[in-house]
């Protein structure tokens, strides 16, 4: 699978994951929680060609896929993954919510999604 191929999985998944939880479907939720996680490590697996890649999707037309490559994205592109969360942690609702608490576990130094 390509590098796109990967973020493209990322955010779809993401998004899929979202509109689960939104129906109440936890169970369906966790399965795209998995695959997005699997689309992630692959991409780190491939060190920052692979972050680089993930990039893009901070500038996705969807809030949520923006918030969580931000969140995954904070140790490698700390300056422009912190934009994208406050921006979003600014709103009401589960996705600024997310943002705000990825936020605090990187001010409190507990965040650990992409250790490098």
Do not use: S
């Not at 949520?64 to 995954?72: K, L, N, S, Y």
């Not at 600024?96 to 250790?115: C, I, V």
Request: charged residues 25%.
């Amino acid at each position: 699978m390509t590098l796109e191929q990967l973020v493209e999985q990322f955010a779809q998944n993401v998004v899929a994951q979202n509109e689960a939880i939104f129906r109440g479907d936890a169970k369906a939720g966790n399965k795209h929680v998995r695959k997005y996680g699997a689309a992630v490590d692959r991409l780190f697996a491939h060190g920052d060609a692979g972050r680089d890649a993930l990039t893009v999707l901070l500038k996705h037309e969807r809030m949520d896929v923006r918030v969580m490559a931000a969140a995954h994205l904070l140790r490698y592109r700390t300056a422009e993954a912190k934009a994208v969360l406050e921006d979003a942690a600014k709103g009401q609702g589960m996705v600024p919510f997310g943002a705000q608490q990825a936020l605090k576990r990187w001010e409190e130094g507990t965040w650990a999604l992409d250790p490098g």
